[in-house]
């Protein structure tokens, strides 16, 4: 028997949640616990905790005997995330102008030229990295632990299904005016600005959600009721 170090259930929740993230784990694929305890050399037990942990924040359903799958949202629950993400990332916004330090503001234009290059250089992949890093050198602006943390949770829940808008022609060229237009509101100190274009940018309402929903469908990505 392998013996299993301490952080190995920690560990292996970090490596699915990339996985998740990256789209290499889709809505309604299944997670076999056999080839995830080879992966790490350990036992079944670190990756059932794993799996646990992941079902307690949303993103994996456990089914007994069938095993785990990672969590797919309906349509309605879908829009209802994405209302709640971008109305906790406004809030994050509004107290990131008020307290992000001076290192932090300076770190934020760091990020925002990164996202810049990845535009530059035509690549999807690497403007979506950029694009995490960006948003969260804002949760840590906003010095609120429990704020940042609730926003991870719904972004890595919803996470699967929002990559699929940076591939989309034009996408990566409008985000980069959408993140201009929060940073300079940050670097202003205008709270209520900078909670008012994090809003725009991260809600999907209208004519987004329909193009957001279309993009899902084409891309065979499960969504409960999508051909409803």
């Not at 013996?3 to 920690?10: C, H, I, L, Q, Y």
């Not at 530059?120 to 992949?125: A, G, N, Q």
Request: net charge neutral.
């Amino acid at each position: 028997m392998v013996e299993d170090r301490p952080s190995s259930a920690t560990t292996i929740r970090r490596a699915l949640e990339d996985e998740v993230m990256r789209g290499r784990i889709l809505p309604g694929q299944r997670i076999d616990e056999k080839s995830w305890a080879e992966k790490f050399a350990v036992s079944r037990t670190p990756v059932r905790e794993a799996l646990q942990q992941l079902a307690a924040s949303g993103l994996i359903k456990l089914r007994g005997r069938q095993g785990a799958i990672v969590s797919q949202l309906t349509i309605p629950d879908l829009l209802d995330a994405f209302q709640l993400v971008a109305e906790l990332e406004g809030m994050c916004a509004r107290l990131a102008a008020r307290r992000m330090t001076r290192a932090q503001r300076k770190e934020l234009q760091g990020l925002h030229e990164a996202c810049v290059a990845e535009v530059e250089k035509d690549d999807p992949l690497g403007f979506y990295d950029a694009n995490k890093r960006f948003h969260e050198a804002i949760y840590a602006g906003s010095h609120n632990r429990f704020l940042k943390d609730e926003i991870k949770r719904m972004r890595l829940l919803v996470a699967p299904y929002r990559r699929y808008i940076t591939f989309q022609p034009g996408r990566m060229q409008e985000s980069l005016g959408e993140h201009s237009a929060v940073m300079e509101a940050i670097l202003r100190h205008d709270d209520g600005r900078a909670d008012d274009h994090m809003r725009s940018h991260v809600s999907l309402l209208g004519d987004r959600f329909t193009d957001f929903v279309s993009v899902l469908q084409n891309n065979d990505i499960a969504v409960v009721g999508a051909a409803e």
